[in-house]
């Protein structure tokens, strides 16, 4: 990782440009940090930004400078077979376009956003969200977005293996939506503890979780691949799983268990502006919280720092790389 000197980016008619305030080191920064996965050299990272708009293209709406926005990473193409059915954050060419995936990303002091709506790509910031919970958005929309994908019930019972950003935001969410009880399974007493102060049962070891209420839906977000078969066997018959973490390698799991369970597994990718909103609100009206989770404030100049603080998953749940 090296930190450059690179020209300012500039509005065309259609974009906006930000003073990027924060922007948070995710999971899948480090699948690439350590893995290469997703992009390559050259790459300028960081998709989980909050800033302030600097400048506008003229054909833009409704957006001025001073406003105080996030944004979704993903800028779909709109004519592939995704993007003609409606699901574009599934789109097939989203990595050649993206921002931190083709596009210069948010570990910068400013930011293009191209083809900026509000609402869609470019959402205002509450006052009562700060830059650096507004960093946090995009992390919490994936957990809307997974939730979501469970299509949970009131009162449904639910387990969260793995308590980082994701797994926290997950539990918070579901707590929201009413689920109950919410356990969360994570070895790192900090993160525990962290869950606990939000609402979250937390438990050490997936061997504790206890038998009654059974488990109607368990959220895989550890990445641990031996946690896959786990979140099958934790789960009640007829239940689901939901796959949220990304993995280094395959995992194995019997699907002679999910026949005699009648289980569902789903994965769940990404995030919509629906889930964008929903987060945003969410974090407006307290039933999320995204402070609790930040556990490292690092200047831009120290971004390798930021990002081996990052890989110390005992230690770090949220690593907020900001512009003060
Ligand atoms: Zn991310
Ligand atoms: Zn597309």
Known sequence: MSIEQVPDPVAGPADIVLDVRACGVCGSDLHTYTQGMFTG??????????????????DVADISPGDRVTGLPIQPCGACRRCREQVGHLCEVWNTRSIAFGLPGAFAERLRIP????????????DAVSFDAGALVEPLAVAVHAVRQAELRPVQSAVVLGLGTIGLHVAQVLLAEGASPVIGVD???????????????ALADVADVPGDPEIDIVFEVTGA?????????IARPRGTVLIVALYEEP??????RLVHKELTVRGSAMVTPDDFRDAIDLLATGRAQAEPLITHRKPLAELGAAFDAQLDADQAVKVVVVND
């Open 115 to 126: 083809d900026a709506v509000l609402g869609r790509n470019v959402h205002r910031l509450p």
């Open 251 to 256: 995992a194995r799991l019997d699907p002679t």
């Open 187 to 201: 070895r790192s007493p900090l993160r525990r503890s962290i869950a606990e102060q939000l609402g979250v049962t």
């Open 225 to 233: 691949p031996a946690l896959v078969a786990q979140a099958a066997e």
């Open 41 to 58: 050299l050259g790459q300028i990272m960081g998709h989980e930004f909050a800033g302030e708009v600097v400048s506008v293209g003229a």
